[in-house]
């Protein structure tokens, strides 16, 4: 398949990752996987709201979220670690499927450190379930921990769901593997951490106006990124995950 963007060992490709990955000429080779795929909207079609009573759906279905889980991490069979963004719905989805695939589970909790979206008691955090292979790559260090308070930025590609690079870079940044891959690389933010890292990446999405902000961001000079700036508390923060 002919990449979107290939570049300074950095790859993107154009289309539905569930057609993608088993293309892809070593595979083998990805030691670690981070994204943010769109759970909050694929939890939405089985189990709330309007979509609910279109689909028969009710809480607690989350069949499309592990569907995707297992559709996804199919095609890997090298060793490697794992990053995997998921609200508190589709949590409950997700850690059984990476139980099954990783001798290693833990759940980080990104606190964004700011009201989110709904009433009552708004979110404002979103958890991120990391699995390790028995031969993944493994940590630089064991001081991190498993909250990451961190307020992002304002959003700058137009990505409804944009994730701090700060946030990928505390994530990635102290373990040691080499290539990691996005199969829903949105405007790119793994893939620019990757190369502020000095590392390879290769990316997945769906929607070419994305694969195109993704290729534009890493086409511009890396800068050194740090820690978002927080901002007055109570600011609303919209961010409902789908692609980094």
């Given at each position: 398949m002919t990449p979107y963007y290939d570049h300074d060992g950095i790859t993107i490709y154009h289309g539905d990752c569930r057609e993608v990955l088993p293309t892809l000429p070593n595979l083998q080779r990805v030691d670690a996987v981070a994204t943010d795929p769109p759970y909050a909207s694929a939890a939405a079609t089985a189990t709330t709201g309007r979509a609910k009573a279109k689909s028969g759906g009710n809480w607690g279905d989350m069949s499309l979220v592990k569907l995707m889980v297992e559709a996804t991490l199919a095609p890997l069979t090298g060793a490697h670690a794992l990053w995997w963004f998921c609200d508190q719905h589709a949590h409950a989805a997700v850690v059984p499927v990476i139980f099954q695939r990783y001798q290693t589970v833990?759940?980080?909790?990104?606190?964004?450190?700011?009201?989110?979206?709904?009433?009552?008691?708004?979110?404002?955090?979103?958890?991120?379930?990391?699995?390790?292979?028995?031969?993944?790559?493994?940590?630089?260090?064991?001081?991190?921990?498993?909250?990451?308070?961190?307020?992002?930025?304002?959003?700058?590609?137009?990505?409804?769901?944009?994730?701090?690079?700060?946030?990928?870079?505390?994530?990635?940044?102290?373990?040691?593997?080499?290539?990691?891959?996005?199969?829903?690389?949105?405007?790119?933010?793994?893939?620019?951490?990757?190369?502020?890292?000095?590392?390879?990446?290769?990316?997945?999405?769906?929607?070419?106006?994305?694969?195109?902000?993704?290729?534009?961001?890493?086409?511009?000079?890396?800068?050194?990124?740090?820690?978002?700036?927080?901002?007055?508390?109570?600011?609303?923060?919209a961010d409902e995950g789908g692609g980094p």
């Open positions: 833990q759940t980080i909790v990104w606190d964004r450190d700011a009201l989110g979206m709904g009433s009552g008691y708004r979110r404002q955090t979103e958890f991120i379930v990391h699995g390790r292979c028995s031969n993944s790559p493994v940590f630089t260090s064991n001081s991190e921990r498993d909250l990451i308070r961190l307020r992002p930025p304002k959003r700058t590609t137009g990505h409804p769901a944009e994730k701090p690079v700060a946030l990928m870079m505390r994530l990635l940044g102290p373990c040691a593997w080499t290539t990691v891959l996005d199969p829903y690389s949105g405007s790119g933010t793994t893939l620019l951490a990757a190369k502020s890292l000095g590392r390879k990446a290769i990316g997945i999405d769906i929607e070419e106006r994305y694969c195109e902000i993704a290729a534009k961001r890493l086409s511009q000079e890396v800068i050194a990124f740090g820690a978002a700036t927080p901002s007055e508390d109570g600011e609303s923060v």
